[in-house]
């Protein structure tokens, strides 16, 4: 069945950097998009970005544009967030979703996401 683990979680500096990883098993990650959404509590879950894993084009929010960077490696089967210049806002339970995709630009909507990962927490601190 489909499964995504994530890891790479942890604490770091603000100003410092962070990769997360997220490893797919279960389905073909091209024929998907994944996505990276962070949540902390008492708030709602939010998106911070997606990639349609077939041709690597990507969406992310306002807030980390230009400080993260999601990338794939699809003979890994792995989707990564390269997460710099973090700031205590950026401290959050971070999770990876994925859906099947067709021809359409990957979705930064919660709800379009089927499967998700157990999370990795992320907190900014000094």
């Known amino acids: 069945q489909v499964q995504l683990v994530e890891s790479g979680g942890g604490l770091v500096q603000p100003g410092g950097s962070l990769r997360l990883s997220c490893a797919t098993s279960?389905?073909?990650?091209?024929?998907?998009?994944i996505g990276w959404f962070r949540q902390t509590p008492g708030k709602e879950r939010e998106a911070v970005s997606c990639?349609?894993?077939?041709?690597?084009?990507?969406h992310y929010v306002d807030p980390v544009e230009g400080r993260f960077t999601i990338s794939r490696d699809n003979t890994k089967d792995t989707v990564y967030l390269h997460m710099n210049s973090l700031s205590p806002e950026d401290t959050a339970v971070y999770y990876c979703?994925?859906?099947?995709?067709?021809?359409?630009?990957?979705?930064?909507?919660?709800?379009?996401?089927?499967?998700w990962g157990q999370g990795t927490p992320v907190t900014v601190s000094s």
């Open positions: 279960g389905f073909t990650l091209d024929y998907y998009a």
């Open positions: 990639i349609k894993s077939r041709d690597g084009s990507t």
């Open positions: 979703a994925a859906y099947r995709i067709f021809f359409e630009q990957c979705s930064l909507l919660r709800s379009m996401y089927d499967n």
